[in-house]
């Protein structure tokens, strides 16, 4: 039962220019969304969240849009940096006490 | 200011023993979480626990799995009789009530 999809497991971009991750719900309680962001042989960090009461959120070169009738969000990378490589987690949580996570996807930043 | 510690970070267990998974939450986090990624997949929830109270542990499955906290000390994670499947790095993640949950730097298991 996977309510939380990210659909590209990997995606590469060259440095400067624009990474899009997408990541799409299937249930209508969640209420708020979160991406974290995994390097290797670490736990996941927070990255940058947004309440279902607003469609766009922005924290310096992340911006996170939510679209609530397609159950679409997405994380917007600007310029994108090398370091920006590694794994990008959507996740969401409304209706009970769980964070559900999406499957990942791995960014990589090509210099 | 420490942040989420886990140990041991990498675990290694024969078929059949115990394992047992440490977390110390973030100084002032009273709620903890414990995650599980299988390779190549997301992280699964498994169980929301506060001091001395297992809150939801609807993602643990039904036998073999336990986990607490206790009043003083770590959260623990524990794994009796371990099996192959049960290799994965076990993420544990630590909050305030209803704040963003931070988390450790995982536990690796191997199971031979």
Known sequence: ?111 | NAGVMQNPRHLVRRRGQEARLRCSPMKGHSHVYWYRQLPEEGLKFMVYLQKENIIDESGMPKERFSAEFPKEGPSILRIQQVVRGDSAAYFCASSTFGETQYFGPGTRLLVL
């Open chain 1, 1 to 111: 039962d996977q309510q939380v999809k990210q659909n590209s497991p990997s995606l590469s971009v060259q440095e400067g220019r624009i990474s899009i991750l997408n990541c799409d719900y299937t249930n209508s309680m969640f209420d708020y969304f979160l991406w974290y962001k995994k390097y290797p042989a670490e736990g996941p960090t927070f990255l940058i969240s947004i309440s279902s009461i607003k469609d766009k959120n922005e924290d310096g070169r992340f911006t996170v849009f939510l679209n609530k009738s397609a159950k679409h969000l997405s994380l917007h990378i600007v310029p994108s940096q090398p370091g920006d490589s590694a794994v990008y987690f959507c996740a969401a949580e409304g209706g009970g006490f769980k964070t559900i996570f999406g499957a990942g996807t791995r960014l990589f930043v090509k210099a």
